[in-house]
């Protein structure tokens, strides 16, 4: 009988562990994150984690997308946006705590893999040379509809008089990291897309690229929000996204800090 007993304590404690632990992981705040976030966040999340914070889940795609998402009821307790737009809609409509706060400025890239013909600097002009004497058949960016960097790719595009020309070259990706991957896998000979990717490990050493002149494109203000009924987990990694710690890790992606004020 005493063993019986011990047994059933042991089951229950067991199984109160097991309740326990899947609590802890209910707990953990989920976060919808712009994919040029992907390497960098991830590396805050660590980091954050380490120090005793929960760590966060984090689902990464367009802004554009998850604004829709949210507005449909998704369950995110935490948004960061590559263009503050986004934020401030889902503010206007009553779905924030308030209307956030800039993280970070985001910059673009063009991007030309190993053996690409495509020249790339600033102002584009190697990519209208290639256009022009037809050695570019397909260029990748992120769809302009719901994607930031895609929005700011065609206006970039569209400033140098190349967006006409380059359409039936265009590759689209679902978000700036998809586009991304088309570059550096060799699928395109060329494409725009965010610097915190061209600095990330998977594009090291896979190509060459150049930011793109500010003045062809409006700023990528990126900004993040809590939603209504966010958790204190997600209020405190949202809190250490503003911390020195984490704008260094940002920084080191190419995020630019946002302006003051």
Partial sequence: MEGMVHRRSLLAG???????SRARARARPLVA???DLRYALDEVAEDFAAAGGVRPEIVYGSSGRFHQQIVRGAPFELYLAADEVYVLDLA??????DRGQLYALGRLVLFAPEGSPVAVDPALEGLATS???GELSR?????PDHAPYGARAREALTARGLWAPIQPHLVFGANVAE?????IA????AGLFALSLALAPPARGRGRFAV???RLHAPLRQRMVLLRGASEAAAAFYDHLTSPAARVVLARYGFEPPPEG
């Fill in 14 to 20: 067991l199984w109160g562990l097991a309740v326990a």
């Fill in 33 to 35: 994150a712009a994919s």
């Fill in 92 to 97: 206007e409509r009553g779905l924030t705590r």
């Fill in 131 to 133: 256009l022009a004497a």
């Fill in 139 to 143: 260029f990748a960016i992120a769809n």
């Fill in 179 to 183: 586009a991304a991957r088309y570059v």
């Fill in 186 to 189: 060799r699928q395109v000979e």
């Fill in 212 to 214: 793109v002149d500010a």
